[in-house]
């Protein structure tokens, strides 16, 4: 991939689509700045080149224009505090005070634009929006991974308005890709990939594509009920999608096929109530008690899914065991975080992506114990289905 290191940025005005769409508090601080640290090398190379940069990014899915809550005009202190210089704002992207301002920039300034989508247009990935963007920068840079799989204005169209020579990958994009590479293509073996989560309806493309390099999937989070009822088991009232039951076995068919062993929790921790203060107890899967739900893996499955991380060589985890948000629900993702934390000392290879999953990773401060977290979610899901995102081919066209 063609990063910002091919190119000098003496006197050049770099305009970079981050992902800087973080969670902020009811007070409008930003509540993780994973996505803001992860920037940071990519813009200081181009300063310290003695380029300008202005920044753009969505934060949010507004729908009604400009909201003060979707303003990124919050985030302006932490993006500062990370790069360790002032960073200025326009308070709207393509206004004509937001050109001056980044036409103004001198070597070593920074502009960071009020959110794109503000305008309908940058979701539509309309031309003239594109174009308009184009104007606050001489290069383009990409580095918004988490944002790849949209084809909207500022992370697919506006790279049309530059030279092969004139557009780039920051930092960000290139970790993650060569990490997914390194997964899917050049995997040593064995090869475990830990799929978690709400819905199987989410994951059905990504087990089917796993399916292809995996040795071993493991299956937890409450998408694991609906395969526990396709295969007979009583789930009382634990999540379950009734319209994939069908999905689910010919899943499990096709792993059977292919010879890929796909685990399945045997056991849960149930709960007559979606609540931490919950009755709780350890259930066998299959017989859930009438009126109970299942909200975490239980004890033997963690132990036994555990043996397989630790065996590992690979690991790709994306979605939590359980409601590890709630201390009686944790135990399943915790341990599952710990052992691939044990695998990654043991030489393993392991990739962390998925909003929830990386949450986890960073609850139990294992986050510089694993080989890489992401900071895509939707963007690598769809990276592995696809093999390829229209934010990436964009700029490799
Ligand atoms: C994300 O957090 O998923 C990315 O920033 C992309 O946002 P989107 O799903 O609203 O397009
Ligand atoms: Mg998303």
């Not at 590890?324 to 399943?332: L, Q, T």
């Amino acid at each position: 991939m063609k990063t910002v290191n091919s190119i000098n940025f003496a006197n050049k005005r770099a305009i970079i689509r981050v992902d800087f769409n973080v969670p902020l508090n009811d007070a409008f601080e930003v509540t993780d700045l994973t996505r803001i640290k992860a920037a940071i090398p990519t813009l200081k190379k181009i300063l310290k080149d003695g380029g300008s940069i202005v920044l753009m990014s969505h934060l949010g899915r507004p729908k009604e224009g400009p909201t003060n809550k979707y303003s990124l005009k919050h985030i302006v202190n932490a993006v500062s505090q990370q790069l360790g210089t002032e960073v200025l704002f326009a308070e709207d992207c393509i206004s004509e005070s937001a050109f001056s301002a980044s036409s103004n920039l001198k070597p070593g300034q920074v502009l960071l634009l009020e959110n794109l989508r503000f305008y309908k247009e940058e979701e539509k990935g309309d031309r003239d929006f594109a174009k308009k963007l184009s104007q606050h920068g001489n290069v383009y840079v990409n580095d918004a991974f988490g944002t790849a799989h949209r084809s909207h204005a500022s992370t697919a169209v506006i790279a049309d308005f530059y030279t092969p020579d004139n557009r780039c990958f920051g930092f960000v994009m290139a970790g993650e890709v060569e990490s997914i590479n390194k997964v899917l293509n050049q995997a040593q073996k064995p090869f475990t990939a830990i799929i978690g989560g709400a819905k199987v309806s989410d994951k059905i493309l990504i087990i089917e594509q796993l399916m292809e390099k995996a040795n071993n999937i493991i299956i937890g989070g409450g998408m694991a009920f609906t395969f526990v009822k396709a295969l007979g088991g009583s789930i009382g009232k634990s999540l379950c999608e009734d319209d994939r039951l069908e999905t689910a076995k010919m899943l499990l068919d096709k792993a059977k096929q292919k010879g890929v062993n796909l685990y399945l929790p045997t056991d849960a921790v149930i709960a007559d109530n979606f609540s931490n203060d919950a009755n709780h107890k350890q259930s066998d899967i299959n017989k859930i008690d009438e009126g109970w739900m299942g909200l975490d893996i239980g004890k033997d499955s963690a132990n036994s899914f555990g043996n397989v991380i630790k065996n590992s060589k690979t690991i790709l985890w994306n979605g939590p065991m359980g409601v590890f948000e709630m201390s009686h629900f944790e135990h399943g993702t915790k341990q599952a975080a710990f052992d691939i934390a044990e695998a990654t000392k043991n030489g393993a290879f392991t990739l962390i992506g998925g909003g929830d999953s990386v949450a986890a990773i960073n609850k139990y401060n294992l986050a510089d114990q694993v080989s890489y977290v992401s900071t895509g979610g939707g963007a690598l899901l769809e990276y592995i289905e696809q093999g390829s995102l229209p934010g990436v081919r964009a700029v490799e066209a």
